[in-house]
């Protein structure tokens, strides 16, 4: 049974420039959260997609946009990244958005450092 | 919406002791409060968590205890090891509709062999 899968791990961008990253869900689970958690913090919750849209989103700058494909997998974007925006971006999932206590799945994370 | 304090930042014990962490919350209406562990470069992964209608939870060396009238709640390790050495968060719900946690800050755990 595979869990949550995200990719690339690490990379390295520039001010300004525009980057992506993806996440697969665990097998059964149909809704994608993106955190990002930036050194010494906990995860800030990003946005959450179900049903490809986004269905909440926390206070996050339109920069940071997202996609949710018919397989259930997500797509994080960031554009006209700032330095600030260097963090670890951890994708999670869980089997539907509005149960309380779902257990949330965690991927291992994509290192983002803008230069 | 929902916020999370947690205490202490950083807590060094020598293996063997007992390590507590805090966590209170600020929305009454939280019902669900899990624990996670997360060793360096790793993921957080849930080690435990407690729902509003128990006060506390056990699982082997860990164990959760809940205060829904000081809305407080608190991860207990006994017999520390030193694999136990990690960053430690807890969550509460936030408000709204879908379940979308926030975490606390977190709490360094040194565990001195």
């Known amino acids: 049974d595979a869990g949550v899968t995200q990719s690339p791990t690490h990379l390295i961008k520039t001010r300004g420039q525009q980057v992506t990253l993806r996440c697969s869900p665990k097998?059964?689970?149909?809704?994608v959260s993106w955190y990002q958690q930036a050194l010494g913090q906990g995860p800030q919750f990003i946005f959450q997609?179900?049903?490809?849209?986004?269905?909440q989103r926390g206070n996050f700058p339109d920069r940071f946009s997202g996609h949710q494909f018919p397989n259930y997998s997500s797509e994080l974007n960031v554009n006209a990244l700032l330095l600030g925006d260097s963090a670890l971006y951890l994708c999670?999932?869980?089997?539907?958005?509005?149960?309380?206590?779902?257990?949330?799945?965690f991927g291992e994370g994509s290192w983002l450092t803008v230069v | 919406g929902e916020n999370v304090e947690q205490h202490p930042s950083t807590l060094s014990v020598q293996e063997g002791d007992s390590a507590v962490i805090k966590c209170t919350y600020s929305?009454?209406?939280?019902?669900?409060f899990p624990w996670y562990k997360q060793e360096l470069g790793k993921r957080p992964q849930l080690i435990i968590d407690?729902?509003?209608?128990?006060g506390e939870k056990k699982d082997q060396r860990i164990a959760v205890t809940l205060n829904k009238t000081a809305k407080h709640f608190s991860l207990h390790i006994t017999e520390t090891q030193p694999e136990d050495s990690a960053v430690y968060f807890c969550?509460?719900?936030?408000?709204?509709?879908?379940?979308?946690?926030?975490f606390g800050r977190g709490t360094s755990l040194i565990v001195h062999p």
């Open positions: 997609y179900y049903e490809e849209e986004e269905r």
């Open positions: 969550a509460a719900p936030t408000s709204g509709g879908s379940y979308i946690p926030t």
């Open positions: 407690i729902r509003s209608n128990v």
């Open positions: 929305d009454s209406a939280s019902n669900y």
């Open positions: 999670a999932s869980t089997a539907g958005p509005s149960a309380s206590g779902n257990t949330i799945y």
């Open positions: 097998s059964g689970h149909d809704t």
